[in-house]
């Protein structure tokens, strides 16, 4: 059988030959239409794309062959996940293939803005010759602020520090011990601006990191300070971004990514001479294009030829018949793995899953994976998948253990993740599969529910003390936000307190979740997204 490959948008030579050397029928069309994909689809086995082309649920639909779609690049924003999971099409991408492209553009821009390049040029193609006005900086010597450590974060920190420079890292989700290796050291986000001379951004957009340079921080930043984001945009809060550089609250700005794309002609940060803008381009190097060309292909050829699946995004790597019965246990193990790292407080260190029961009839490294899977994905904008969540772990500098356990519980089947902590700290969260696929949360630490794990989750601790659940729900009904699910688990021993879990059906807004917080008898809230 010769399998038909489909590429819908620009690839790199090297990558169309690794197809074409598998002895594969490779049609690369980049500038094929939507509307011409949709007729043409069906007898592909592949589908190459990168971020022009767009794998809607309607193209696929009519994709009567189609195995697998490859996406060139990380992102997977221009696939249908749900459509083509609801179809048994394999979908991946090529993470890590512009990690260092992206690394260099944010040290370039910092070179840029040290040393006012772009205005020296622009100066000198005017036809000018004025040294005075761009005396520049060295990094030498010079506190660099890195948020985010992953590989792209991680990747400047090596490079700068062959720069001499000092180095400030956040990134709350990677051990301390992991940093130490680095020979960098630990800072909270404030500690950061307070202290930095340049500042880079590497961390993925979430509800936590939006707008999280805000007129506030950028306040708290010494009027030398520069700022470079080649991470997401809305990461740093524009319009204050653009006062403060034009007040001179901070010396200079170099931005890649930007909060709506491509940003309007009139933007106030295109008139400001202490602004470096660039349009989106931090991975776009020949090197970066060749190797997620090569690298689709090659996992592309792996699938087709070999069954072997390598960075899926929404397909676990087991058999097929095991995975049908494990689905419900995994999206559980998911769904509690991310519960736990937005429920956590302090740095993970250790993750460990505990299995028993009929559970165990069943292979668990799916299950562990799982786990940590969920874990990850609240933590960055990068896909999790079961390819590359344990790396990701071990990146980290996470530790994850499996154990199985004979131990009777009050369940059939339970599976457990235990969050052992830097400080020294544990959380324990515990779930069950009630017959067929009935998934629950039922241990939050030492308190018992029967919470589903589903949408937007209001948790508050509190004292247990009468008419605290009915000012709750009170609360919410004055703000509009309708009650779907509430559970409710109580300590009595000592101190009595409470923990109640809410599953809401609109959307809870960080500004209500702190006027909650000051409701009488009320320990604590945090909202969970799943």
């Known amino acids: 059988m010769t399998f038909k490959i489909l590429v819908s948008d620009k690839l790199s030579e090297d990558g169309l030959e690794v197809l074409r050397g598998a002895g594969f029928e490779v049609d690369h069309l980049p500038e094929i239409t939507q509307e011409e994909i949709r007729e043409r689809i069906a007898p592909y086995h592949a589908w190459v794309v990168r971020s022009r082309s767009k794998a809607t649920a309607e193209i696929l639909e009519r994709a009567d062959n189609l195995k697998v779609i490859g996406r060139a690049g990380v992102g ?142 950028l306040a708290m930043m010494k009027k030398t300070c ?17 006062e403060a550089l034009a007040k001179g609250v901070i010396a200079g700005a170099a931005l890649d990514v930007f909060e709506s794309e491509p940003i309007p002609t009139d933007h ?54 095991v995975l049908e019965v494990l689905k419900p246990y995994l999206n559980l193990c998911e769904k509690l793995g991310a519960f736990a790292s937005q429920f956590m407080a302090g740095r993970p260190v250790r993750l460990r899953c505990l299995y028993s029961g009929s559970v165990l009839d069943y292979p668990l490294q799916p299950l562990t994976t799982a786990f940590a899977k969920g874990f990850l994905q609240p933590t960055t904008d990068r896909p999790i998948n079961y390819v590359n969540a344990l790396p990701m772990l071990a990146e980290r500098g996470i530790e994850i253990l499996e154990t199985r356990s004979s131990a009777q519980f009050r369940y059939r089947n339970l599976m457990t993740l235990v969050v052992e902590t830097e400080e020294g700290g544990a959380d324990t969260f515990a779930g069950t599969v009630f017959e067929p696929d009935y998934g629950r949360i039922v241990t939050v630490n030492d308190k018992s529910f029967v919470a589903l794990p589903e949408g937007n989750l209001v948790v508050v601790e509190n004292n247990d003390v009468p008419g605290v659940i009915g000012q709750v729900g009170t609360f919410f009904g004055n703000h509009g936000i309708n009650i779907a699910e509430m559970t409710w688990g109580r300590v009595e021993e000592g101190e009595r307190h409470a923990m109640t879990i809410i599953n809401t059906e609109g959307e809870v807004q960080p500004a209500m979740l702190a006027e909650l917080r000051k409701l009488p008898n009320i320990r604590w809230a945090r909202l969970i997204r799943l």
């Open 268 to 321: 106030p940060l295109r008139g400001l001479k202490n602004a470096i803008l660039t349009p989106h381009i931090a991975a776009s190097t020949v090197e970066a294009q060749e190797n997620v060309a090569i690298q689709v292909a090659e996992q592309i050829v792996d699938v087709l030829a070999n069954n072997k699946i390598t960075n899926a995004v929404n397909a676990p790597s087991i058999d097929p018949k």
């Open 226 to 242: 520069r700022l470079v984001n080649c991470a997401r945009g809305g990461i740093v809060d524009e319009p204050a971004l653009a």
């Open 76 to 217: 997977v924003d221009n696939v249908d996940l749900n459509a083509a999971s609801r179809r048994g099409i394999i979908v991946m991408n090529t993470p890590g293939g512009n990690t260092i492209s992206t690394a260099e553009h944010a040290i370039a821009m910092m070179m840029a803005l040290a040393r006012k390049i772009p205005a020296a040029d622009a100066s000198m193609k005017a036809g000018e010759w004025d040294k005075k006005s761009f005396t520049g900086a060295e990094l030498r010597g010079k506190t660099l602020g890195i948020f985010g450590l992953g590989r792209i974060g991680q990747e400047v920190c090596r490079r700068m520090k062959a720069f001499e420079m000092n180095i400030l890292a956040y990134d709350p989700f990677v051990a301390r011990e992991a940093v130490k290796h680095l020979g960098v050291e630990t800072a909270e986000v404030d500690e950061i601006c307070r202290r930095a001379d340049f500042i880079t951004i590497h961390t993925p957009m979430s509800p936590e990191t939006r707008k999280m340079i805000d007129a506030r921080r």
